[in-house]
T-cell receptor, first 109, second 115 residues
Framework: GQNIDQPTEMTATEGAIVQINCTYQ??????LFWYQQHAGEAPTFLSY??LDGLEEKGRFSSFLSRSKGYSYLLLKELQMKDSASYLC??????????WGAGTKLIIKP | ETGVTQTPRHLVMGMTNKKSLKCEQH?????MYWYKQSAKKPLELMFV???????ENNSVPSRFSPECPNSSHLFLHLHTLQPEDSALYLC??????????????FGPGTRLTVL
């Protein structure tokens, strides 16, 4: 079966760094997406990785290792507005997104 | 603002009611999606339309009926729902649904409560 695993909840301090991990087992792989979803709002696109390595975009970076079925989202210089759920999703061989349940990130002052 | 709008934002209905959810995208995309999001569960893909043709129906009960009159509009018709259908229903669109980097853009969702 297809499966995406990520931690249910994480807590971090304002100004710090946090890494959110995602492991996956899917039928085929056409890339991995990270989305941010604030409570009561639409998921918004953060990053896309299809090749191994690190993609950096401002305070956010995303890493992929296809051989390990593993990705992480790294958030630096955390701000209170980063409190949200972070969703990991893999595009399978049918170009459908398989989703994790999301990681709720709580930022404390 | 993602360019995808959904109405209504909140809906309460009884099990015998008939209602419809509406989604509109202003991004010039050709693929549209309905997802169900329940608390602490992964997003569940319900329906996919590419160029107005339904290409996916992930074993969704017949009490949910999609309609895609054109590439910009998507509806989800609801009838005789069950309380377990209460959830956030999200609409998304993407360029064509046939490539790896085809990013999906989401609307804010309709929070549905079935009494």
């Amino acid at each position: 079966g297809q499966n995406i695993d990520q931690p249910t909840e994480m807590t971090a301090t304002e100004g710090a760094i946090v890494q959110i991990n995602c492991t996956y087992q899917t039928s085929g792989f056409n890339g991995l997406f990270w989305y941010q979803q604030h409570a009561g709002e639409a998921p918004t696109f953060l990053s896309y990785n299809v090749l191994d390595g690190l993609e950096e975009k401002g305070r956010f970076s995303s890493f992929l290792s296809r051989s390990k079925g593993y990705s992480y989202l790294l958030l630096k210089e955390l701000q209170m507005k980063d409190s949200a759920s972070y969703l990991c999703a893999v595009m399978d061989s049918n170009y459908q997104l398989i989703w994790g349940a999301g990681t709720k990130l709580i930022i404390k002052p | 603002e993602t360019g995808v709008t959904q109405t209504p934002r909140h809906l309460v209905m009884g099990m015998t009611n008939k209602k419809s959810l509406k989604c509109e995208q202003h991004l010039g995309h050709n693929a549209m999606y309905w997802y169900k999001q329940s608390a602490k569960k992964p997003l569940e893909l319900m329906f996919v339309y590419n160029f107005k043709e339904q290409t996916e129906n992930n074993s969704v009960p017949s009490r949910f009926s999609p309609e895609c009159p054109n590439s910009s509009h998507l509806f989800l018709h609801l009838h005789t729902l069950q309380p377990e259908d209460s959830a956030l229903y999200l609409c998304a669109s993407s360029q064509d649904g046939t490539s790896g980097a085809d990013t999906q853009y989401f609307g804010p969702g309709t929070r549905l409560t079935v009494l």
